[in-house]
């Protein structure tokens, strides 16, 4: 039995090998159009692509790391053990939240119901045990923080881009079986939810659609990377989104690097913002994780410049997708908060299924004038430093 379980892994491995090698061996096999449209400062008439100076980083599955750096990588070396399940107490939300009031519940990695204006908004839904192409990928430990059929009518859903973890087909099934929502996502991601009988309305950056009670959303830039079957890289577009509200706006950032940051300030212009829910996890070893995932050090420097006056954490804690421990965002992220003077209450990474009743919109300092973070940020945020658990809340 133990070695026909040794074969199978052995198996598994040489699959996902094959993967990354597929774009340079079989393209016209896994490629996909999704998109055709004008060229633009990030469209090149057949791919997207990040128009930071940086341009190539992040925009691609290898980011410019060497294949046997990310063949160790993906055989999990220097990877933390984390346990198969953490204890989740499940929710049971509200039906709806009338009028300026706010309340958004974690679900889990970056899916967070959001509640207001008698509006039910959802972000990158997953509730599969598995993410990654037919059922390959990291296995759930934490799960949902609120079951499916205890999720009220869902109104709304936002898709960052079409990466597993974010683009869950088969709770994207159920959810336009049981609720129709309007499904917001970038362009080219509405080809692969048509394909499997789903609409969605597609934007580029700057676009924005109508969820209706005087509410709209904007699609905004990030600093990422898209692909389904690698060969398909960046065929799609990635993006966050601004919520337009009357009582401060919400970003959700979906999935992102810093970049040159720059996109941090096209972002802020849209404020003022009331909430900013942005990713603190999958941020190890930082070589490969740098140019696709900000970590927590990097997510405080940008809830600092959107000048948001409280931030939600995401995208940690759920599958683990790279080397660092379970608790470790969430542990580095108090650390920089006690470090810079910020209050823990403003910027959470609290338990899944856990509503929090954000507070009214208040004045809070302003979005900084560099685009970068500072040296001592990016110095600490190259560490990541094991923290203490006496650093913990």
Do not use: C
């Not at 892994?9 to 096999?29: D, N």
Request: charged share 20%.
């Amino acid at each position: 039995m133990r070695s026909a379980a040794k074969a199978i892994g052995k198996l598994l491995f040489l699959l996902l090998v094959a993967l990354l090698l597929a774009p340079g061996i079989v393209p016209p096999f896994l490629d996909r159009i999704y998109y055709r449209g004008p060229v633009s400062d990030h469209f090149d008439g057949r791919r997207f692509f990040n128009p930071d100076p940086d341009a190539g980083a992040g925009s691609g599955p290898r980011n410019g790391i060497p294949i046997l750096r990310l063949i160790r990588f993906m055989r999990g070396e220097g990877r933390a053990p984390w346990p198969k399940s953490v204890p989740v107490t499940p929710g049971r939300p509200v039906a709806r939240v009338e009028g300026q009031a706010l309340r958004v519940t974690w679900i889990g990695h970056s899916t967070v119901l959001i509640q207001t204006q008698g509006l039910n908004i959802l972000t990158d839904p997953i509730w599969s045990d598995r993410t990654g192409p037919f059922a390959l990928g990291p296995r759930r430990v934490r799960a949902p923080g609120v079951r499916f059929d205890d999720l009220p009518r869902i109104d709304a859903v936002l898709i960052s881009h079409n990466h597993y973890d974010h683009f869950d087909v088969p709770t994207l099934r159920r959810l336009w079986a049981r609720d129709r929502p309007l499904i917001v996502t970038g362009l080219g991601n509405d080809t692969i939810l048509k394909a499997k009988g789903i609409p969605a309305a597609s934007r580029d950056w700057g676009g924005r659609v109508a969820l209706g009670h005087g509410v709209d959303v904007v699609v905004e830039r990030v600093h990422h990377w898209d692909s389904r079957w690698m060969a398909d890289r960046n065929r799609a577009l990635w993006s966050g989104f601004t919520i337009r509200l009357p009582g401060g706006n919400i970003f959700f950032a979906g999935d992102t690097g810093y970049g040159d940051g720059s996109w941090v300030a096209d972002a802020a212009r849209d404020g003022p913002y009331r909430l900013a829910i942005l990713p603190i996890g999958a941020f190890k070893p930082r070589a490969m994780m740098q140019p696709s995932h900000i970590g927590p050090v990097e997510a405080v420097e940008i809830f600092r410049r959107l000048g948001a006056t409280d931030a939600l954490a995401v995208h940690w804690g759920t599958f683990q997708l790279s080397n660092e421990a379970l608790d470790e965002p969430r542990e580095l992220l108090e650390a920089t908060l006690a470090r810079q003077g910020i209050a823990a209450a403003r910027f959470r990474a609290g338990g899944a299924g856990v509503a929090w009743d954000v507070p009214a919109m208040a004045p809070a300092p302003g979005p900084a004038q560099s685009n970068r973070p500072s040296a001592a940020t990016s110095a600490s945020d190259k560490a990541m430093p094991n923290v203490s658990a006496s650093t913990a809340r």
